[in-house]
């Protein structure tokens, strides 16, 4: 069974729905081709389940066609017929039962990202979690924490096939409340950021002038002579991957409802990067963002940004005030990306058009914007050293991917624990990254403080993935407070399935 609650007016939800239970019963509906509304349909935890039985969220894994927009229908893997998900909502602390079915041949992950969920629920097989069997279902009970933006996605490696793991449709938006709602603010609106339609090209890389330029001279000097050894062998460069159509809640810009607004509100975006591979941005002509949260979690220091950068999995709250009145596009900053319908149109009351872009001026995003201000945060029991490293095209033409000279294996068995935790101690991962790629460094089942970057301290900003950018270095703090074993990985689909992971065990 599921409880579903219609949001007739797109992704907009006023404040006092917010909290109304309108649960309408509704079975598996796979309706082909699901229709995209350019909203994403949300849903409420009422309470755990009784004697009778039945789940709070049935999710259903299988593969359908998807129209995200006029005469544009992709066919791919999903959750209950349509992409993004159904949104999921979860009261903190308070257990919640899933039901997950597996309507296809393969055996599926679904990872709770940025959830503190033990290794029987997490997700991911690295860690042992069993596999949802294909044809077959599993039931799962969890306490959902911390409250906040989270979200659901496979974690099934895909390796060269384009129609796996994340570059289909298996993703969708968790929220969960928690005892206090201090944000001042009228309504809610949730954006899912995805691309469609993958294929690979060699070479091309993702531009990163966006982040502040400060990088370390040994570490370049390191990537650029493997690269050159590469070439100079006669190696072509590695495989990338290229997208042809690009959504927002699952429909290319101008084949979606509007966001309709009215002046002088004030509407807090719940933003979503589920990209397999890709950085996002997003801005809205004339307007900007005050960034409350960063996956999810409050931020010390809310400040205004007029551009939000997002790296593959990460998520930003942020409240916009409507007071520049026209038709707006809310777009990426790519031209080509949002001419591929990377955005979707802001509407003011009476006001008539088509959506309008105007280019921002450039603008770094920095994560210590939303820091508390010359802080540093308490030092740690013990340091684990990282260096990533790239070996162009070594694998059948993929790059792969190491950290500390050791690539997680391809094949299939479950590598042994690299990096050892005592329960209740406090951890620093000090990262270097001798590539010149970006990557996305995801850390299951706990959150991390940023304690450095861009060669500066910082505390106060707790997260799940961070952006390291290339030849740049970080630090990031965790305290050992959720026992099992704990995955580390890059984000970037192509590197995590290339050799870009490892595992943390307690001991
Ligand atoms: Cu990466």
Redesign the pocket.
């Known amino acids: 069974m599921i409880k579903r609650e219609e949001i007739p007016n797109g992704a907009l939800r006023s404040r006092r729905q917010f909290l109304k239970t309108a649960a309408i019963s509704a079975g598996a509906f796979l309706l082909p081709p699901a229709r995209g509304t350019g909203q994403v349909q949300g849903s409420v935890h009422s309470a755990p389940p009784g004697n009778n039985d039945r789940a709070h969220y049935t999710l259903r894994i299988g593969v359908s066609p998807v129209e995200i927009g006029r005469d544009r229908i992709v066919s791919i893997s999903n959750y209950n017929g349509q992409f993004p998900g159904p949104m999921i909502r979860l009261k903190e602390g308070q257990p919640a039962t899933v039901d997950i079915f597996n309507d296809t041949d393969i055996p599926e992950q679904l990872h709770w990202h940025g959830q503190m969920v033990p290794v029987d629920v997490d997700g991911a097989s690295e860690e042992g979690t069993p596999y949802i069997p294909a044809h077959g279902k599993r039931r799962i009970t969890f306490t959902p924490r911390p409250a906040g933006f989270r979200f659901y996605h496979t974690h099934n490696r895909a390796g060269a096939n384009l129609a796996a793991g994340q570059y289909n449709g298996l993703v969708g938006p968790v929220f969960i409340e928690g005892k206090s709602d201090p944000g001042n603010y009228d309504r809610e609106v949730f954006l899912v950021l995805k691309e469609f339609e993958p294929t690979f090209s060699r070479g091309g890389d993702m531009p990163q002038n966006f982040l502040p330029p400060v990088t370390n001279k040994h570490l370049s000097e390191q990537g650029e002579s493997a690269m050159k050894a590469s070439l100079t062998k006669g190696m072509p460069h590695g495989y990338e991957v290229g997208y042809g159509s690009f959504t927002i809640n699952g429909r290319m810009l101008g084949h979606a409802e509007p966001i309709r607004v009215k002046q002088g509100e004030r509407i807090l975006f719940h933003i979503l990067n589920g990209s397999a591979t890709e950085m996002r941005s997003l801005a809205l002509p004339g307007h900007s963002f005050r960034v409350i949260a960063l996956d999810g979690n409050p931020v010390p220091n809310p400040e205004s940004a007029p551009v939000l950068w997002l790296g593959t999995a990460e998520r930003i709250s942020a409240i916009c005030e409507m007071n520049h009145p026209g038709v707006w596009i809310l777009g990426d900053l790519d031209d080509d990306d949002r001419r591929h319908g990377m955005g979707i149109v802001v509407e003011y009351a009476g006001q008539k058009g088509k959506g309008e872009w105007v280019k921002p001026a450039p603008f770094h995003w920095n994560y210590l914007r939303f820091a508390k201000p010359s802080a540093t945060g308490p030092a740690p029991d013990e340091t684990f050293d990282m260096v990533?490293a790239k070996d162009n095209a070594a694998e059948d033409g993929f790059n792969r991917?190491s950290i500390n000279g050791s690539s997680y294996p391809m094949t299939g068995e479950i590598a042994p624990a690299s990096f050892h935790l005592k329960q209740g101690k406090r951890y620093r991962i000090r990262m270097r990254n001798a590539s010149d790629?970006?990557?996305?460094i995801h850390l299951h089942r706990h959150s991390f403080e940023l304690t450095k970057i861009f060669g500066k301290s910082s505390a106060g900003v707790f997260k799940d993935v961070v952006m390291l950018g290339g030849y740049q270095e970080a630090e990031i703090d965790f305290v050992a407070d959720n026992p099992g074993l704990t995955l580390f990985h890059?984000?970037?689909q192509l590197?995590?399935d290339f050799g870009?992971m490892s595992l943390f065990d307690y001991v």
């Open positions: 990533f991917w790629d970006i990557h996305p890059c984000h970037q590197h995590m870009f």
